[in-house]
């Protein structure tokens, strides 16, 4: 393929981009209910699963570090904003993210853990803000990582890519 070729292909996708709209309405987390120090995952929840049966709108992460245990499920209409100076820390550890939950890896769809925001069938959702989202990879996911190359061999032998 040509760069032009290239190039004019990207311009004809990000011209059919239309990005989200969100209804005027904001919700703190906090307006839910104080934040955890050991898990603030079910106050966000509550706020994202509020904003949505109102219609929807932004829910705004505070600043301040947020740990999560658990994963984050986005839901439609619904923009999570992460402050300047929010930072979210994910679990390590993979059994905060069972059960397995349909997700798309590698061109494939499958069962697998759950992403920590999920959002399988939701339309018109972001994620916005200065904050940080930290998943913990140093911690556990990169020594997955090392033990998925050997399950991509089996799966291309076997005709399952």
């Known amino acids: 393929m040509k760069e032009d ?3 004019n292909k990207v311009i004809i ?4 981009i239309t990005p989200p709209v969100f209804p005027d309405f904001e919700l703190r987390v906090t307006d839910a209910g104080p934040l955890g120090l050991i898990d603030s995952k079910n106050v966000i929840q509550e706020a994202i699963d509020k904003c949505y049966n109102l219609g929807g709108g932004i ?6 570090k ?3 245990n658990w994963p984050l499920k986005l839901r ?3 923009n999570l904003h992460l402050a300047k100076n929010s930072y979210l820390k994910f679990s390590s550890s993979p059994n905060d993210y069972l059960p397995v939950v349909r997700v798309g890896w590698e061109e494939t769809t499958c069962y697998n853990y759950s992403p920590m925001i999920y959002g399988y069938q ?5 994620i916005t803000g200065e904050g940080t989202i930290d998943g913990s990879a140093d911690e556990f996911w990169m020594q997955w990582k090392l033990l998925q190359e050997p399950e991509k061999v089996y799966c291309e032998i076997w005709g399952q890519n």
Do not use: L, T, Y
């Open 5 to 7: 070729d290239f190039d």
């Open 13 to 16: 996708i990000i011209q059919r």
């Open 59 to 64: 829910v705004v992460i505070p600043e301040g």
């Open 66 to 68: 947020h740990k999560i």
């Open 76 to 78: 439609s209409n619904v």
């Open 122 to 126: 939701q339309k018109n959702i972001a």
